[in-house]
């Protein structure tokens, strides 16, 4: 049930929903920057040559299934999981393959990527068909089966394997819930497509539901996509569907799962649990659309929708790139730079990676791409000065971490002590440094933390099966 303190003022489908009330503790509000709410999603040309990474979710990398001079049709599958948890990875153009060769990610990541040239045919192969039975007809194991041959993984960044994580919330979770909350600054992605493709979302978020065997399901909108609410709720309030769209008091990091299942349900998740132990699976807006292109087309994800924007981006676009285009490639469709570029970030400006190389690929994660020039990002010309213990970072961390401690034990190396203060529920918003006078860098301080815990519980485990055996 959505929380009680709302219902007075929420109403449900076909009707204005003028309640601001569905939020959550903490967090903040940041500067939208939102540009390219209005500008309509493009479909560009794939570039001449696509290089597609074999890793493109959490998980174990694909191997290759094909080879130097191969042809490939647009969709085949081109890397395969052998075992353990991973999606398939598809060609999203036709052509020849050239090489397969190893380049270190911006993470600093060795990963096979398979070069292909683009014959710009897009031939499409005679195995991509649409699901033979209706969606009344099929099965929650078929569903599962049609996301994990479409390789699709979660599309607002996490990129967990989707079809694991629907067979893991099948007769478990009683809630389903989609999230449409976009809450980073600059992108628009989700936006665009919501407002374009609401039935693309709608029907994916359908599939989902069908699978789960629920009765209703809800999107989570946040107030400042009024025109996103309203093409979503119109499409279900046509075909009568028993889905809701709840409106979400707009603020940084809404769209975090737990900040939404708070702000809906009033639940919170302990550390180290599932949204599904608690009966609720999220999919982001994206996913759902990825996933009926799959039931009804046939395609697997090989396209995504990109913000491209930044003060150095000539005219800031959103556009339906092809997996394996460079960035390079999409600033050119967007007229280049007009700017000198400092810091190009792949993901939104709270959480996304700064990149190393321009020559990086559009992968199924990939929301934007933004390049600011040093004017814009003038916090990295600051300088870190010691904590004043404002506790403004207190205040506002939506886990309700001490950040300060946890980025102090961290820059003296304890990183036990870090762990003892629940450093792996940082969920890296980044709210904390970003409101924090003194310039500390506290989420890169934590995340060195959290990679430091990793290690040494990769370490144990290690050590545990050897010891085993
Ligand atoms: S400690 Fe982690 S979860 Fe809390 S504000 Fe900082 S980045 Fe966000
Ligand atoms: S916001 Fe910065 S200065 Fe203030 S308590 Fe946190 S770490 Fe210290």
């Not at 694909?62 to 999981?81: F, S």
């Not at 990002?377 to 010691?386: A, G, K, V, Y």
């Not at 980044?430 to 301080?445: E, F, H, K, L, R």
Request: glycine share 8%.
């Amino acid at each position: 049930m959505l929380k009680k303190f709302c219902l007075g003022s929420f109403k449900y489908i076909g009707k204005k929903v003028d309640t601001l009330a569905y939020t959550f503790k903490g967090g903040m509000h940041v500067r939208e920057y939102k540009n390219t709410a209005s500008s309509p999603i493009e479909r560009v040309p794939a570039p001449k040559t696509v290089a597609i990474p074999l890793a493109q979710h959490i998980g174990v990398p694909c191997k290759p299934v094909v080879a130097a001079g191969d042809y490939v049709t647009y969709g085949q599958v081109i890397g395969e999981i052998e075992s353990g948890l991973g999606c398939p990875v598809h060609a999203s153009v036709s052509g020849k393959v050239l090489e397969i060769k190893v380049v270190i990610n911006s993470v600093g990541t060795p990963i096979q990527h398979v070069v292909i040239e683009n014959d710009y045919e897009y031939k499409r192969g005679e195995e991509l068909q649409p699901f033979p039975k209706p969606l009344e007809e099929t099965t929650p194991e078929e569903l599962v089966e049609v996301a994990r041959k479409a390789g699709i993984s979660g599309m607002g960044g996490a990129t967990f394997p989707t079809y694991a994580k629907l067979a893991g919330a099948i007769g478990k979770a009683d809630t389903l819930i989609i999230n449409c909350a976009e809450c980073e600054p600059f992108i628009t992605a989700n936006h665009r497509l919501m407002v374009e493709q609401p039935e693309a979302v709608i029907r994916g978020t359908e599939i989902m539901r069908h699978a789960l065997g629920l009765k209703e399901g809800f999107l989570a909108v946040e107030d400042n996509k009024p025109d996103a609410i309203a093409a979503l709720s119109k499409y279900i309030s046509d075909h009568s569907l028993p889905l809701k769209v709840v409106t979400m008091k707009t603020k940084y990091p809404q769209g975090d799962e737990r900040q939404i299942m708070y702000a809906l349900f009033g639940k919170e998740l302990a550390p180290g649990k599932l949204p599904a132990d608690i009966g609720c699976v999220i999919f982001n807006a994206e996913t759902c659309a990825a996933m009926e292109r799959a039931f009804y087309n046939g395609t697997p994800l090989v396209k995504r929708v990109v913000t491209v924007d930044g003060d150095c981006i000539k005219t800031p676009k959103n556009i339906f790139a092809h997996t394996g285009t460079s960035f390079l490639d999409l600033i050119e469709y967007c007229g280049g730079l007009k700017k000198v570029p400092h810091k190009i970030v792949n993901g939104g400006p709270m959480m996304g990676n700064a990149q190393w190389n321009i020559n990086g690929v559009v992968t199924k994660g990939t929301s934007a791409i933004l390049v600011f020039s040093e004017d814009f990002d003038n916090q990295t010309s600051l300088e870190e000065n010691n904590c004043i213990r404002c506790g403004r970072c207190v205040k506002n961390c939506p886990m309700h971490l001490m950040p300060n401690y946890l980025a102090l034990y961290s820059k003296n190396l304890d990183f036990r002590e870090a762990e003892a203060m629940s450093a792996m529920s940082c969920v890296e918003c980044g709210t904390c440094s970003y409101n924090c006078p003194a310039q500390i860098p506290i989420v890169q301080y934590i995340r060195n933390a959290k990679a430091d815990i990793r290690a040494e519980a990769a370490k144990k485990r290690a050590a545990e099966a050897a010891k085993a055996k």
